[in-house]
């Protein structure tokens, strides 16, 4: 069937289901006012009196900052989370993290589904009757599937911090329970808010808060078809889609790589990994390569570490998590399809295969956009900053990468910067949280069809 | 024709003429070893006592330094080039810029022929008969265009030069002159070298100075084939390949671009555009905005630019100049591709055009390859120099790209790193002169092609 064909279709069935096709005409907009309006709700609630310790009004941008970063699960703060909030405040801010993180993936979810499908919902429903009824109870379902795994994690999670906390830590049962799950929200939705005032560096040797939170970590930055299918067939690699083979074999490769190279370069440094023996160097070192993936929390004083390690998490930083899932940055199979690209053109293929499939050229050109413009809004954000502030690159580079990935791991620039500066993280943690969305919604829903082809004509490159 | 009977009479006819194919069957090692025998001989004679004003031979690491930089026309330097060398080793190094200017120029001219052509030369050998005879005379006529193109550009440059240096600052005529061939070359050759300490800062207010010098940059820099369908239809810019129309759209963007922020940028700099009247600053501000189009010459003090400047800088390095000319980076081309793939990308087109030319897919790989080879490469050496010297990341990654760019602009690192950072900056100019060479001839000549295709499947990104 031509496009001609289908669009004649599309058009008669569209005037049939107006209030279904209505809902998905502009995504984007419905995405950027859901979450528009969810932060400007949070920084209402977290300006209250009472939603601070000292019962004083919190200022508009530190409320603004933080409703921003617990909608976008960044997890930048301007002012110390546990000392400043109220338990009013603080349930305020893990109830938008909640809400930020099942907003995404049930988003993401929904727009990876419309993608794989290539075709945009409307000329899905169109050209399959079939397909179209599947798809009209694919939002809810998808929702009520993101909730239950989300809710599973997050309980296993919380009771064994819970547990940790009251055993070892000598807290109190409502205590244990409270920090347990606050930190296993913020953990799971990759959040990066704790409410220590040096995140979890008490923590840095203790194994049983180390690893739960980092499998946290994965678990929601995976994504969550990845995760889905995972939890399916994990037994039989075999059968699994290009994007879980592509999520885990980077996902695996960096974890290894990070945790190599934070060992090697922190190994002697005494403010970090220095004073920590064999074991506890391996932990601190593995849990820092972890959090990169957009989550945010850490073990040891990220300020402290050597410069060069700040460019080892910028660069893990800006590759970030799993697609549909809680973690930002361009994705880890945005970095496997780049890979796969170049690979081909290295050896001379015409085409792009992975396993016994075909890329297909436009996925190309999405990892390339994608690419592309986010390092271009890191890098004209990391100029502005610049200009605005007296900090060096090496740290006005990495509070830039860790807003615009959403990841939240800070070296001190964003409590020190002048408004203009925070009003651009501010910026930045939307832009890098809300873009992609609409980028992939407006991607999948945009698709054209050339009538005709011009004639190819050749270019020199590099 | 299928690829079968195309490989079928490619072997046939290889038989015939082995001698001109076994001159491109490795351009990658013939290039290599051109380029690494050139360093060698010049690093040799770069060593000879009276190479030097003081008669002392050079340390060995300080020769292939300064022959590396020279052959791969760079202009980073250990020594100060005026003081350290005597007239004789002034002589080897602007003549190893010759040399290695003419070589890059011929060579990359070459290869985009074969590349515009896209069948590698064995397969057009074989397929063509006629084309096969134009490229068999293909080598030795793009020299001699080359080097008269060269030549010409050079003479214009170095007599407006040698008459300003006798008229307006009473040079002697014999050194006016001697000054006049070294500036020129080394500025249409971009590489670079000054034989004033400051570079050209003495000069800043100097349009006779400045001017022919970034004309002479930008002719160099715009690459070969460019300049010369310019020169022949400069009047009908509709008649222009995609080619120079990319490349003249792109570089005229990015030097306005660049004009305007290094004149908002530094305007107030008391240490660069701050003492300047308006139109000195206008001249410094784009004398600035032309030179990382890997010229690397200066003439207000790089190392007192504003750090956000020196990250304009990065990025225009970074780009660097036309393809096929003298300078380095991933090439104003590439730039352009991957802005009209992303644009196509963001309009849901399914095709990638260019006025009325389809951009072949393989060449939105390519740029793809050339652009995020290039920044891991940056990436990597930049964690490796870091790692090796004190240096904060702004300082780091500004040598780190000049070096791998060869645009040789410094703000102080170079000079004062240890002998690993100094080899890893020699290998790192090398690789970066050499490296889109051997990619390229390879990417000319490897191309397969699929017999059959596999099945696509649809894979999410970012
Ligand atoms: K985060
Ligand atoms: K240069």
């Known amino acids: 069937m031509g496009p001609g064909g289908r669009r004649h279709r599309l058009t008669s069935r569209t005037r049939r289901a107006p209030g279904l096709l209505d809902r998905f005409h502009r995504p984007g907009q419905v ?5 528009a309006v969810a932060i400007a709700l949070g920084t209402a609630l977290l300006s209250l009196p009472f939603a601070t310790t000292d019962g004083r009004s919190t200022g508009p941008i530190e409320a603004l900052f933080t409703a921003t970063s617990a909608v976008c699960v960044t997890g930048l703060a301007l002012v110390d ?5 109220s338990l009013f405040g603080e349930t305020v801010i893990i109830v938008l993290v909640q809400i930020g ?10 727009f990876t589904l419309l993608v794989a499908g290539r075709v945009g919902l409307r000329a899905r ?15 809810r379902r998808v929702l009520r599937d993101v909730v239950l795994f989300s809710a599973a ?8 911090l819970t547990i940790r906390f009251a055993t070892e830590y000598d807290f109190p049962p409502g205590r244990a329970l409270y920090y347990g799950v606050f930190h296993s929200i913020s953990a799971f939705n990759n959040a990066g808010f704790a409410l220590w005032p040096d995140s979890l560096v008490r923590f840095v040797s203790d194994p049983w808060i180390c690893l739960p939170v980092a499998l946290g970590v994965i678990a929601g930055g995976l994504g969550f078809p990845v995760a889905f299918e995972l939890a399916r067939a994990w037994r039989r690699p075999s059968r699994w889609t290009v994007l ?43 849990f820092t390569a972890v959090m990169p993936r957009s989550a945010g929390l850490n073990t040891i ?12 998490t910028d660069a893990l930083m800006f590759i970030g998590g799993g697609s549909a899932g809680t973690a930002g940055g361009i994705k880890v199979t945005t970095l496997g399809l780049l890979a796969f690209v170049i690979w081909a053109e290295l050896r001379g293929e015409t085409r792009v295969n992975i396993g016994h499939r075909r890329l297909p050229e436009a996925a190309q050109r999405q990892a390339v956009a994608v690419t592309v413009i986010s390092a271009g809004l890191v890098a004209l954000s990391t100029y502005l900053l610049m200009v605005l502030t007296p900090h060096s690159l090496d740290e006005v580079l990495f509070e830039v ?16 910067g002048p408004p203009a500066g925070q009003a651009l993280l501010v910026l930045l943690m939307f832009v890098g949280r809300i873009g992609p969305l609409t980028l992939g919604s407006a991607l999948a829903l945009k698709e054209r069809t050339r009538r005709y082809e011009l004639p190819e004509e050749r270019v020199i490159v590099g």
Not at 125 to 139: D, F, H, I, N, V
Not at 153 to 160: D, I, K, N, P, R
């Open 81 to 85: 989370t546990e000392a400043h909030w």
């Open 244 to 286: 879980t083979r592509i999520t885990v074999g980077v996902s695996l490769a960096l974890l290894a790589a990070g945790t190599l190279v934070f060992l090697i370069t922190e190994w002697h440094n005494p403010a970090t990994l220095g004073p920590l023996d064999g074991s506890g160097k391996l932990l601190a070192a593995f």
């Open 301 to 312: 004083d990220i300020a402290q570490m050597y410069p060069s390690s700040w460019l080892v």
């Open 153 to 160: 994690c997050e309980t296993v999670l919380a009771t064994v």
């Open 31 to 35: 995405v950027v006012t859901a979450f």
């Open 101 to 110: 993180g099942l907003g995404i993936m049930t988003l993401a979810t929904l």
């Open 125 to 139: 429903l169109a050209a399959q009757a079939e397909s179209a009824m599947a798809y009209t109870a694919g939002p």
């Open 401 to 416: 990468i860790s807003a615009a990935t959403t990841t939240g791991l800070s070296i001190g620039v964003t409590a020190e």
